[in-house]
Structure formats: structure tokens, C-alpha cells
């Protein structure tokens, strides 16, 4: 029988499959069946910066500070500690209940005050904090340097204040995305994860108005990040976490062969229930033992682009031959 245990940012997993962060991990109910699932590890739903920030300002709305400093300085701790310490009991519950690695997570946009909280989560127990990063560059006079410097701002203010790793959670909006990933490991981010998938927008021609476009990823959507982990995991010092568009055991083994650590599981847990996690770690099981590899250490990484026989084949002049014939 294969053995599927590996290392994800130093944390040991007894298989390479992680619940990603969503409603789904957001109790202790539900992060419990993950576990019961067999899931690796489990990474909790994102604590929201600007969920706090913004509670904070409804609150204190146009309160004239002079005349309500206690009032002020009143909602303006307890707001912020009230999510905080929601999200901190979450942690300790599913330390308590757990036995797999818990991964606290913040969705963050700015290198603020919040940072200083970072401890809070090594101290009450989580094994590790992901960042979930996403500042849209639609901003006209905001150069991409000056947002991929936000992102590192963040990493080393978080990393100022914890020795549990980080990982970093990033989606595809970089024009320097290797450059980037770098920058992101040297300024301590232990683990990378290609990629997040966001909220985008469709349009509704008939009402002529916007609508939400599927909130549930498709299988197709493998492979932009299976591209860029076959094309970073051999090139940074960092442990990489496939997203988006897993939703069976092929896409996990096809992760573990570019180069992948681990791989988060969202939409086919939420469309198929968590029990998901199990049929498809019995999938990775089977493939394994039908190509006599006993642990992962086996095959993962073979077809990055670091150990290719073609590294060619994985960038564009390998695109520009089939499509025009090149030899
Ligand atoms: C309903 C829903 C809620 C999500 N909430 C979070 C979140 O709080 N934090 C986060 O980092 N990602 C969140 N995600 C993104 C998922 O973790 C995951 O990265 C994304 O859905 C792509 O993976 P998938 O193709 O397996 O769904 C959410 C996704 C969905 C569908």
C-alpha cells in the first residue's frame, strides 16, 4: 500500500490533499468532516481585513472624536477584537478538535495595522497563516511595482511578527509573475499558492445588467496553475499548493508531476459534499499502485520544467511551433 504522506511549508501531512479556504471551513462541524474525510490539512475560511476595518468605520460612522472618546476608542477595539476573537476561537476549537494541521487564513490588502495581530494566530495555536493577497491593478496610475511591493510589504510586516510559515496566496495578475514568486520567497513566504480564483463579472443581455459569473470552478481551469508550478517549483526554494480547477484524483496526481506540495480542494466539495476527499485520495492511492510508486517522493515533480527532457515544451516557442510550424 502506497504511502501518501508529505511535506507542506515543513507542516508533515499524512496526504497531499488540503480543504481550501471557504465557507465550507468557516466551523467546526464541517472542518471536523474534512478531517474524517481524510483530508490533509485544512485551511479555515479567510478572516476579511476589510471586514474588520469596514465594520469598525459603520460604527463609528461620523462620531466626532473629541465628543465621544470613550465612545470612539470603545468601537474601535471592540470591533475589531469581535471578528478577531470569533476567528481566534475558530482556530483554538479546531487545534482542540483536529488532529491534521490547521491553517489560519487572511484575506488582506494592506500592510496596516492588522499585522500586529499575526501573532495572535501562532499564539493560540494555527500550525500556519496563509495570506490570501489580491489587490485588483485596475488602478490607471498604480504601477505593477508599486502593487507587487504592497504584497511583500505585507508578507514581511506578517513575518515580522510570526515563525509559524506563511504561505502566500496569489492569482495570475502579475507581468513578473517568476520575479515575483521569488521576491515573495526570499521575503520569507515558505509556501506559494497558484492559484485563488475570484469573483468576476457576467452580463445579463436580456435585463442589461451584470450578474455573478459560476461561483464553481471547472475542471478546464487546471491548467494555468499547473503551468506555472511545473514552471516554478524546481526554480524558488518554496513548497507550492495547486488551486483551482481540482476536482478529481487525476488533477491531484497531475499537480504531484509538476511539482506541487500539496493541493487545495474547493468547488468539488461543495458541489459533492466532503466525502469527495476521500474518493479521491483513494484515487491517488490506486494510480499510485498501479504505477508500483510506493510514496510520493516518487513522481512528484517529474514533469516540471526543472526535470524535463523538454523544458521547451512548457513556454511559448513550443506554442509558436505547432501553431505555425516552426521547426
Ligand atoms: C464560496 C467560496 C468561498 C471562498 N472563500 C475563500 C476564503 O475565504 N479565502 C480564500 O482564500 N479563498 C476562498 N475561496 C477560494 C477557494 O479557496 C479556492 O481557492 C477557489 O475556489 C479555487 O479552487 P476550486 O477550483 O477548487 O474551487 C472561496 C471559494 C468559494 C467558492
Redesign the pocket.
Known amino acids: 500500500m502506497a504511502n501518501l504522506s508529505t511535506s507542506y511549508m515543513g507542516l508533515n501531512l499524512k496526504n497531499p490533499i488540503i480543504a ?4 465550507l471551513t468557516g466551523n467546526l462541524e464541517n472542518v471536523k468532516k474534512c478531517e474524517d474525510a481524510g483530508a490533509g490539512a485544512v485551511i479555515l ?2 478572516l476579511f481585513e476589510e471586514q474588520i476595518t469596514s465594520d469598525k468605520n459603520r460604527m463609528i460612522g461620523d462620531m466626532n472624536y473629541d465628543a465621544y472618546t470613550d465612545a470612539y476608542d470603545f468601537f474601535n477595539a471592540s470591533s475589531t477584537d469581535y471578528y478577531l476573537d470569533e476567528y481566534l476561537g475558530l482556530v483554538e476549537d479546531a487545534k482542540e478538535s483536529l488532529s491534521i494541521p490547521v491553517i489560519a ?1 487572511v ?1 488582506c490588502v494592506s500592510p496596516g495595522q492588522w499585522t500586529d495581530y499575526a501573532e495572535r494566530f501562532e499564539n493560540i495555536g494555527a500550525d500556519a497563516l ?1 495570506l ?1 493577497m489580491f489587490i485588483l491593478p485596475s488602478n490607471i496610475s498604480t504601477s505593477g511595482i508599486t502593487i507587487e511591493d504592497t504584497y511583500i510589504k505585507i508578507l514581511e510586516n506578517v513575518k515580522k511578527n510570526i515563525n509559524i510559515p506563511v504561505s502566500l ?1 496569489i492569482g495570475y495578475h502579475f507581468s513578473g509573475m517568476g520575479n515575483f514568486i521569488n521576491r515573495a520567497v526570499k521575503s520569507g513566504a515558505q509556501g506559494i499558492v497558484l492559484f ?2 475570484f469573483y468576476k463579472i457576467d452580463i445579463d443581455i436580456d435585463k442589461l445588467e451584470l450578474k455573478s459569473s459560476p ?3 471547472d475542471p478546464s ?1 487546471i491548467h494555468l496553475a499547473l503551468q506555472w508550478i511545473a514552471l516554478m517549483s524546481g526554480e524558488v526554494p518554496a513548497d507550492f499548493s495547486g ?4 476536482h478529481d484524483a487525476e488533477g491531484v496526481i497531475k499537480h504531484l508531476l509538476a511539482g506541487a506540495s500539496s493541493i ?5 466539495l ?1 458541489k459533492n459534499g466532503v466525502n469527495r476527499i476521500s474518493e479521491i485520495v483513494d484515487g491517488l492511492e490506486e494510480w499510485m499502485d498501479s504505477k508500483n510508486y510506493t510514496k510520493i517522493s516518487d513522481f512528484n515533480g517529474l514533469l516540471s520544467q526543472e526535470n524535463s527532457k523538454h523544458p521547451e515544451a512548457y513556454e511559448r516557442s513550443q506554442f509558436i511551433k505547432s501553431v505555425v510550424g516552426l521547426s
Open positions: 481550501a479556504s471557504s465557507s475560511k479567510s487564513s484575506n496563509e490570501n496566496k485563488n480564483r461561483i464553481i470552478s481551469e488551486a483551482t480547477g481540482v487545495q480542494l474547493c468547488s468539488t461543495l
